[in-house]
């Protein structure tokens, strides 16, 4: 009994004696019971999966209304109220025309709004102050509020709204140049547009020196800024362009939405039209002497954002739409029938119209004779739309 009792005192010895070895041993492998995650290095993909969580804002699901609710993130846009010498009420007429018969479906209700008299001319000469950036209930993208320096231009009403540009931040300087380029931006010149540019009288070019092509690069270095209103014979090629003009006296009416932008193509070498690719993927000519806005539309997160709710869009003024089958024989070419089915017809709308890609008119160069001879590429569809 003693024999053991010494033995167990020994065998305690040793093992007391060896811990620190099994420490030291343990330090360089060490066994656990959960992987740790391996840190890695800031990449530019890893930086720019990380900001899309900053890009929109989302709320905690509390109620089933906000679960799926997610709004861009805009922190520069002002928190007041609009101008209202620049606003007029938008009077409701749900749809209808003036003998009460609904002419467009899916309108009526939503809140009471206020619609923002935009700039869409941008005659006024002189340089502008931007004084803040403003949400317009009446479109997708953003207006911008601008204070004219010149106190004598349009007759002191000094104040306007335009279409904001992307990047376009309170405290930014923007000229507008639709009215001609004034004499001395660049030294030198003399307001004569043409002939810095080699144009004659009738705006046909007649070939560029290297003195002209030295002019060209001053002017447009000068000019050519984000939110300046140019004539496309000054935009170089490749520039992002919005807001552009059809008729060299009309209003700017094309490429308005959030986001959208076209691109300068080319310019043709009689001087007379610059193609201009457009948002769809149509490639038109425009007359030189129009105008279009530098820079891209604002908002471009518009596109991505999610409702959350039917009751978010009747606030916005949008009713229902229900689906032809759902619907009787006499509402509907698809109504009717006992079950799911359309009667075992071609997919079309409510006024018969076939869907589904049926072209109803062929413009530009594939259609008709003189049908628009404007458009040089017509917008892809089908099979180019999904290369």
Known sequence: MFSAARAGVHLLKACSSSRPALARS??????QYATEVQQQQPSDINDALA???ALYKTYKPITPGIRHLRR???DHLWKGRPLKALTIPLRKKGGRNNQGRIVVRHIGGGHKRRLRTV????TDEGLQDVVRIEYDPGRSGHVALLRGQDPNVNDGMRFSYILAPEGLRAGDVVQSFRNGVPAGIVPGFDGNLNTSMGLNEDGVSSGHTSTQSLAIGLLRAATVRTGNVLPLKLIPPGTPIHCISLFPERRMNLVRSAGTFAMVVT???DGKYTQVKLQSGEVRR?????????????NPLWRNRSLGKAGRKRWLGRRPSVRGAAMNRCDHPHGGGRGKSKGNKHPRSIWGWLTKGKRTRRPGPKGPKNSNKMVVKERPR??????
């Open 26 to 31: 343990s330090a360089v492998a060490v066994r």
């Open 51 to 53: 900001r899309t969580s």
């Open 72 to 74: 861009p993130v805009n």
């Open 119 to 122: 700039d869409f001319m941008r």
């Open 267 to 269: 310019h043709e070498e």
């Open 286 to 298: 425009v007359l030189q002497s129009c105008c279009a806005t530098i820079g891209k539309v604002s």
């Open 382 to 387: 089908g099979k180019e739309k999904r290369q």
